[in-house]
């Protein structure tokens, strides 16, 4: 039986369900307090969305530790008043029927600190050769996986439905899976079972901490590309059924920037999400995000294999995304550029706006 986007997705560990197969995407927006409370105007950006439609709602990354901020304006959920700061939000998902997810985040060598602070599994240098990143100690990675447990306890206690561990992208997630940044020897390096250790520490002591009436998501970058190396395509795979089959995760989002393409590994073999679809147990639904902009887009990456489409740049200018395409299936938005007073009218503050503007061609020039 196909599947259509008014369908409602079950997240199957949890048994929490989303009214329709659409997310927000987790996206960089600069709109929060410089403690990592959440802002009115960040608050107020997820709530149009809700007011939209979206059956899914995930956060930008939330650190979990001060030492892993990675940018001004970002959420963190690594304290008490952080946590409190989150409370109208989580009421809004409720009154909204939205299901609501924060991402837990580190920036391990990414941070916006120094080579003396940032962490990261080896140390780490930048393009340049700079030294950016140190070492982390074996009490240091304990203490990052103990971080990310703790706020994904405060997360259930602030009212979130679940949390999506970002483990792609470049962070210290991902560092630690990636064999360009890890390249230690002990039993957190080396093999590609040791570098996965991180990440499966900290899955495990979320679900032994949070209960089996939590959602857990995982984001994986399945390939090297850009500027994320050090990934395999089938060792991602294989992570991803280990993750659904053994570990009690909800979900598994992939992120490809493109969901349309196919893998760079197996550029023949048709687009790189169905490979996830079927390797993945049946009941584990497939998030995926990139260059899903219409309504048509989001039908062809369901017919693809993807369960939940998590909507990104078409999502910040068009916060009724949801409630449009219900009204007309065929609903193909306008797109960029956007002037000014469209993008405070989808409520991105003057930060966001900025912001925005490193993504070429988002912002009109003439506003």
């Known amino acids: 039986m196909s599947i259509s986007i008014e369908n409602p997705i079950v997240y199957p560990v949890s048994q ?3 009214p329709n197969r659409i997310a927000l995407a987790p996206m960089t927006n600069t709109q929060s307090h410089d403690d990592g409370r959440l802002s009115d105007d960040e608050a ?8 939209g439609g979206f059956g899914t709602i995930i956060t930008a990354g939330a650190y979990v530790d001060a030492l892993g901020k990675s940018w001004n304006g970002q959420i963190g959920i690594h304290n ?6 989150f409370t109208p939000l989580t009421e809004a998902f409720r009154k909204g ?4 997810i924060i991402q837990l985040f580190h920036g391990g060598m990414r941070a916006m600190y ?5 962490q990261s599994p080896s140390g780490g240098k930048n393009s340049r050769g700079e030294t950016i990143a140190r ?8 203490s990052a996986i103990n971080a990310h447990i703790e706020a994904a306890y405060r997360s259930k206690q602030a009212g979130f439905h679940g949390v999506e561990i970002h483990g792609a992208h470049g962070y210290l997630i991902h560092q630690f899976l990636s064999s360009e940044t890890n390249k230690r020897t002990d039993l957190w390096g080396g093999s590609t079972k040791h570098r996965e250790r991180f990440l499966l520490q900290i899955v495990r002591g979320i679900r032994e901490k949070c209960g089996s009436d939590f959602v857990v998501g995982v984001r994986l970058s399945p390939e090297d590309a850009n500027w994320f190396h050090g990934i395999d395509f089938d060792a991602c795979l294989d992570l991803s059924c280990r993750l659904a089959e053994d570990e009690g995760v909800d979900y598994i989002h992939i992120s490809l920037w493109d969901a349309f393409k196919a893998a760079d590994k197996y550029p023949e073999k048709g687009p790189a999400i169905s490979h996830f679809k079927k390797a993945l147990p049946k009941i584990t639904p497939l998030m995926t995000a990139g260059k899903i902009w219409s309504g048509q887009d989001a039908k062809d990456i369901l017919s693809y294999g993807a369960d939940v489409l998590a909507l990104g740049r078409v999502a910040i200018a068009h916060p009724n995304w949801v409630n449009e395409y219900l009204n007309n299936d065929l609903y193909n938005p306008t797109k ?9 009218n989808a409520g991105l503050n003057h930060s966001f706006i900025e912001y925005m503007r490193k993504w070429k061609g988002f912002v009109g020039n003439n506003d």
């Open 44 to 51: 107020k950006w997820l709530k149009q969305r809700i007011d």
């Open 80 to 85: 008490h008043a952080t946590k409190e700061s």
């Open 16 to 18: 929490i369900t989303a």
């Open 135 to 142: 070492k982390m100690d074996i009490d240091e990675i304990h």
């Open 114 to 118: 120094d080579k003396n602070t940032n």
């Open 336 to 344: 960029p550029p956007f002037s000014i007073s469209h993008l405070e």
């Open 97 to 100: 029927n939205s299901v609501g």
